[in-house]
């Protein structure tokens, strides 16, 4: 049965329309009978939306044929303003007066047995970024792993990867480093739709999920968000536009140093590299002429309000991202980190209490030590491409789109 409701979404997914049909619109018009009679538990944020800005909750909450219970919150909570890393209380919502379970609560981030027993499906509706080291695809994975020990139908509103669905870069979690921000080892941008993550997830790690996914249709891997014809709500607080979340996994690690600037609390975070002692025009000059795929580096200065070298002039370098379809976020972040040691190797960028938070990010410590140690940076890029191409052999099976 649902080997043949799965087929059916691949080829609605493919047909022809000049717009993008996201996977919650696609259930709502014909596949509602799926969840007709159960109890629905629904693990979304403000990102839930549909085409029309509708949020999930309100348009299951007041379907007729949907009796939804309760909802699961993620890091950043329901409505994504809570900050990055702080912990999510159990609520109510004000609104529709359903319990909030977190997902985000401390050790423990799957659905509690207690929370699943009064559920008979559990589904995720979550706009992801593209990149491994940000938590909700991990809050997905936990929730799947939960579902398949309890019994529970699991389903995917699939979205669009605003990276697009091809890029595969950066290093893969090592097992020494696997944490929330990489249970398991896939690349830092993975190339993935969240659904057909999902059945990666179910897949390799045999996690026993009764899944469905719900694809989008009229959607293809190589289509960015650019491309599309929606809204961007922002994922959390400093996600706060598509060109944040799209250079996000090229400056997030050096972010987790605490010696370099990336644009928080600025108009452009993520988009940002930064110090008071950069060199800005070199670094741009230097990083332009590396011609790496899709991404143009200009001279950027400017003087914090707030946070780290707040009040003093930041000379930076901002990452314009031409072509995101083409543009390596992980390779662009080695780049930067071997200009950094190279030509600053007296100011050292590497906190002793923060290395554990970047190799943790990083999803490994070579990167570091390499770095550091002034290896050549296409032998450091070298390093992680036998596992991108197991990566992406074993993930071709769970492809939908073309």
């Known amino acids: 049965m649902r080997f043949s409701i799965f087929l059916l979404f691949i080829l609605l997914s493919t047909a022809n329309s000049s717009t993008v049909k996201l996977g919650v619109d696609v259930f709502l018009e014909g596949y509602v009978d799926l969840i007709q009679n159960k109890r629905v538990g629904l693990i979304t944020n403000q990102t839930g939306k549909n085409g029309r800005g509708l949020t999930t909750i309100d348009l299951l909450y007041e379907h007729p044929d949907v009796n939804l219970v309760a909802l699961f919150a993620p890091e950043h909570g329901i409505r994504g303003v809570i900050k990055a ?10 609104k529709t007066g359903l319990p909030i379970h977190s997902l985000y609560g401390g050790n423990d981030k799957r659905p509690s047995d207690v929370a699943l027993g009064g559920l008979d499906v559990l589904i995720y509706d979550i706009q992801d970024v593209g990149s491994r080291a940000y938590t909700y695809i991990w809050s997905m994975a936990e929730a799947m792993a939960a579902a398949g020990d309890n019994d529970k139908l699991f389903i995917v509103f699939d979205r669009p990867n605003p990276l697009s669905a091809r890029q595969i870069d950066g290093p893969v979690t090592e097992d020494k480093w696997q944490s929330f921000l990489g249970i398991w080892p896939i690349p830092r941008v993975y190339g993935l739709t ?23 249709a009229s959607y293809s891997r190589n289509q960015t968000w650019n491309d599309l014809e929606l809204v961007w709500t922002p994922p959390s607080p400093n996600i706060p536009t598509p060109e944040s979340a799209i250079c996000f996994p090229a400056t997030g690690t050096i972010g987790t140093l605490g010696t370099i600037h990336i644009g928080i609390a600025t108009k452009f975070p993520f988009q940002i590299i930064g110090t008071p002692w950069l ?19 200009e001279a950027f200065s400017f003087i914090p309000s ?5 009040g003093e002039t930041v000379e930076a370098i901002k990452l314009n991202v031409k072509k995101p379809g083409q543009f390596l976020p992980a390779t662009t972040e080695i780049y930067i980190l071997y200009y ?25 410590s070579h990167i570091r030590h390499d770095i550091i140690s002034g290896k050549p940076v296409q032998s ?7 596992k991108l191409v197991e990566f992406k052999q074993k993930s071709t099976r769970c492809l939908i789109y073309k």
């Open 340 to 364: 950094l040691q190279k030509f600053y190797p007296g100011r050292s960028i590497w906190r002793h209490d923060r290395i554990q938070s970047f190799d943790k990010a990083m999803g490994t």
């Open 306 to 310: 707030a946070g780290l070298y707040r």
């Open 380 to 386: 450091i890029i070298a390093k992680w491409q036998k």
């Open 194 to 216: 969240v659904g057909e993550l999902a059945r990666y997830f179910n897949l390799e790690h045999h996690l026993q999920c009764q899944l469905v996914v719900i694809p989008m």
């Open 85 to 94: 890393g702080k912990l999510i209380r159990e609520s109510v919502d004000t």
């Open 279 to 297: 060199a800005g025009q070199h670094a741009a000059d230097y990083l332009n002429k590396c011609e790496l795929p899709g991404v143009v580096f």
